[in-house]
């Protein structure tokens, strides 16, 4: 079914070249560095918002939609869409339209809006998920839940940037799941879970980050985010469609979630 491209060593090779990084996007990190800095207010982060007006025009869409204004009153100010939003969901709508728009996937754009607002659900509901499991926040970071349900498949961006420019050509472009893992490694010898743990790794996200993105299709695995964003993967395959708009995902994503409350039984045991 599936020509091999590459085989293991070579992709791993094709990978782990540095000299022509793709980089992470500048507003990216400006995002990150004001979401963990304590001094920094939403001024600060309306500031870096506002610089690029496809976020900026995201941002009002969000405050005005109905998941944030039941009462139906529209504003146009990015300083009263932050306020409406709050900092935490204004740094994750911002956080992910830095990485759509400043990743140059080797595909259309129709793809690209797809590849981000998957990684976007999954992230909502990572997030969600280890609120019910912890509160408060006391063994693990919600914040760190969000951003690795984000960046769960940037193996795949990984994959098509340096390995394969037609991978989100191909049929495995829109599979999921095992099934996707089988045919990546048909394909390069390697799948996108060890490519992305591979990327974050030369970008110097923390170690137990890249770990739980390697391990993120291991519903055993040991590390217990890993097998949340394993489930929360899943939920979001099942649970939404594959083509949403990005400024709809928040409410799909509480919709199904009451619709269809995941069993984290397997993942708290």
């Known amino acids: 079914m599936h020509d091999a491209v590459f085989d ?11 000299e022509d990084l793709p980089s992470l996007p500048d507003r990216f990190i400006k995002i990150q560095k004001i979401a963990q800095d304590p001094n920094s207010d939403a001024d600060d982060l309306a500031e870096v918002i506002k610089s690029d007006q496809a976020t900026t025009v995201m941002i009002l869409k969000f405050a005005n ?4 204004n039941p009462s139906g009153i529209p504003i146009g100010e990015l300083s009263k869409a932050i306020a409406r939003l709050g ?3 204004t740094v994750h709508i911002a956080t992910a339209m830095s990485l759509m728009y400043g990743i140059i996937l080797p595909t259309g754009m129709a793809n690209i809006r ?21 509160p408060i926040g006391n063994q693990y970071n919600h914040e760190r839940a969000f951003m690795v349900g984000l960046l769960h498949d940037i193996g795949r961006a990984a994959l098509g940037m340096r390995v394969d420019f037609s991978y989100f050509e191909r049929e495995l472009g829109h599979l999921h799941s095992e099934e996707l893992i089988r045919a990546e490694e048909a394909l390069y010898g390697v799948n996108h879970a060890e490519a992305g743990q591979q990327l974050l790794s030369l970008w110097l996200f923390p170690d137990d980050l890249c770990k739980v993105v390697a391990e993120h299709h291991n519903p055993d695995s040991k590390l217990q985010l890993a097998r949340i964003c394993n489930l929360a993967n899943h939920f979001v395959v099942e649970n939404l469609p594959a ?27």
């Open 8 to 18: 293991r060593v070579s992709t791993m090779e094709l990978l782990a070249f540095s």
């Open 65 to 68: 939609s109905s998941a944030y």
């Open 87 to 89: 900092s935490k969901e």
């Open 114 to 134: 797809a590849f981000w607002s998957h990684a976007y659900a999954v992230g909502l509901v990572c997030e969600q998920l280890v609120h019910q499991i912890d």
């Open 243 to 269: 083509r949403l708009s990005f400024d709809s995902i928040y409410i799909e994503v509480q919709k199904a979630l009451d619709k269809n409350p995941p069993d984290l039984t397997a993942i708290t045991n």
